[in-house]
């Protein structure tokens, strides 16, 4: 069983940046994919973006650009750099981890292991 626990979240103004962490309570070296999603009041659960083993990444098309994910395997830590952050990126954040081997992308869905969440605001 991995725990995974968020942090870095808060309000920001349009423009902003935050950087978000996700701390895994076991080594991520078994872990193949690792992800962060969002999901805003009355939407549905959005792919922000996904990391692989081998540190490819994929990211939706709303954040590509502006979004940089990477994770430490060392440190047991997955990260979310957040630039030029707009209203509509708003949310609750969440880190997902998988161990199975297939598709690391932000359609992927049966992650093995949810954090609790971090609240990201972006005020215009």
């Known amino acids: 069983q991995v725990q995974l626990v968020e942090s870095g979240g808060g309000s920001v103004q349009a423009g902003g940046s935050l950087r978000l962490s996700c701390a895994a309570s076991?080594?991520?070296?078994?872990?193949?994919?690792m992800g962060w999603f969002r999901q805003a009041p009355g939407k549905e659960r959005e792919g922000v973006a996904t990391v692989d083993k081998a540190g490819y990444a994929r990211y939706g098309d709303s954040v590509a650009g502006r979004f940089t994910i990477s994770r430490d395997n060392a440190g047991n830590r997955l990260y979310l750099q957040m630039n030029s952050l707009k209203p509509e990126d708003t949310g609750m954040y969440y880190c997902?981890?998988?161990?199975?081997?297939?598709?690391?992308?932000?359609?992927?869905?049966?992650?093995?292991?949810w954090g609790q969440g971090t609240q990201v605001t972006v005020s215009s």
């Open positions: 076991a080594s991520t070296y078994n872990i193949y994919c």
């Open positions: 997902a981890a998988d161990r199975s081997f297939g598709y690391c992308g932000t359609s992927k869905g049966g992650f093995d292991y």
